[in-house]
């Protein structure tokens, strides 16, 4: 029997598949459209390749594939795209995390895709993610930072911390919600400074012009949530 997948999200159009071949299995994969690219293993039996397929085809599965025939796909209009909570986390959810030690790649469709919506959507990108690391500024996620966590008496560095909650956020929706709720989820000696800039390089990009917005309704500098801040 031959496992027929695909992946389709904002950057992705993809397709896998997986097929009993002899005591091994066959794959081929690639970009929906191109020539696939085929491997084959040899498991030395046909039971072991029958279990090896199952495995593989679980962790395609629990990678978001599907399973059938891909629909026709429809690269975003994010210029025709209104900034919300759910919009905010597609762009986070661009973020190439196999260029990671080059933040540049790293931000490079994040960045494209929110200069393609109107400045006041990136405006409203901007506040979204202060809303987020401002949510975060508390006293008990500054103590579960790592290293360099809050510790009475000890000096704590407002800017580290600041990175930290950056990495929160960069690591999208659900693993926000995860730390959020849970302090000592919180990643320990992470940081992605890089987030802060994603709507200034989208604003330039878009406008040629040198980014000035400012929000003075929130905050995402360390210790602006007071409420956070309080001892219980």
Request: with cysteine; aromatic share 14%.
């Amino acid at each position: 029997m031959k496992h027929e997948l695909y992946y389709q999200d904002d950057t992705s159009n993809k397709f896998w598949t997986i097929e009993l071949k002899g005591t091994g299995y066959i794959t081929s994969n690639g970009r929906i459209g191109s020539s696939p690219r085929t491997n084959e293993k040899d498991c030395g039996d046909v039971e072991t390749a029958k279990k090896q397929i199952e495995k593989l085809v679980k962790s395609k599965l629990k990678k978001g594939y599907k399973v059938g025939v891909p629909p026709s796909y429809e690269k975003p209009d994010w210029s025709a795209m209104k900034m919300n909570d759910e919009i905010f986390w597609r762009i986070i959810n661009l973020l190439n995390w196999k260029k990671t030690g080059d933040d540049n790649a790293v931000l490079k469709y994040s960045v494209q895709a929110l200069s393609e919506m109107e400045v006041s959507e990136i405006e409203k990108f901007e506040d979204i993610m202060s809303e987020k690391l401002f949510t975060l500024d508390t006293l008990e996620h500054a103590k579960e930072i790592g290293e360099e966590a809050y510790r009475e008496g000890k000096y704590f560095s407002n800017d580290w911390f600041l990175y930290c909650r950056c990495c929160v956020v960069a690591n999208g929706n659900l693993f926000y919600k995860k730390v959020l709720k849970n302090a000592k989820s919180f990643p320990k000696d992470l940081e992605f400074e890089a987030l802060l800039s994603i709507a200034r390089e989208a604003y330039e990009m878009k406008t040629n012009e040198e980014w000035n917005y400012f929000n003075d309704k929130i905050s995402y500098e360390t210790y602006s949530n007071g409420e956070g801040w309080k001892v219980n």
